[in-house]
Nanobody, 115 residues
Framework: QVQFVESGGGLVQSGGSMRLSCAASRRTPSFYSMGWYRQAPGKQRELVAAVYVADSAYYLESVKGRFTISRDNAKNAVYLQMNSLKPEDTAVYYC?????????WGQGTLVTVSS
């Protein structure tokens, strides 16, 4: 099993910045990917950003150039720096880890961007 320590989230004005952090409770020897999904009210959950075992990264098209994901292997953690936030970025952001064939999920953190 894996638990996560998540931080960040809250209320920010449009154009502002915010950093999300997510640290796994143990080493992940079968790491495949880690990152964040988000879900806005009435919408489906979508993958926002992720890092993969080969250190490649994925970004949702609408956040490219504004969000940056990074990974700290020593801390089993990933970070999401979110800049130039927009009201449409408002959602619950869920940290996830894919290890082997198993997905683990954080409890989620609410990010609210006011206009």
């Amino acid at each position: 099993q894996v638990q996560f320590v998540e931080s960040g989230g809250g209320l920010v004005q449009s154009g502002g910045s915010m950093r999300l952090s997510c640290a796994a409770s143990r080493r992940t020897p079968s790491f495949y990917s880690m990152g964040w999904y988000r879900q806005a009210p009435g919408k489906q959950r979508e993958l926002v950003a992720a890092v993969y075992v080969a250190d490649s990264a994925y970004y949702l098209e609408s956040v490219k150039g504004r969000f940056t994901i990074s990974r700290d292997n020593a801390k089993n953690a990933v970070y999401l720096q979110m800049n130039s936030l927009k009201p449409e970025d408002t959602a619950v952001y869920y940290c996830y880890l894919k290890e082997g064939d198993t997905n683990y999920w954080g409890q989620g953190t609410l990010v609210t961007v006011s206009s």
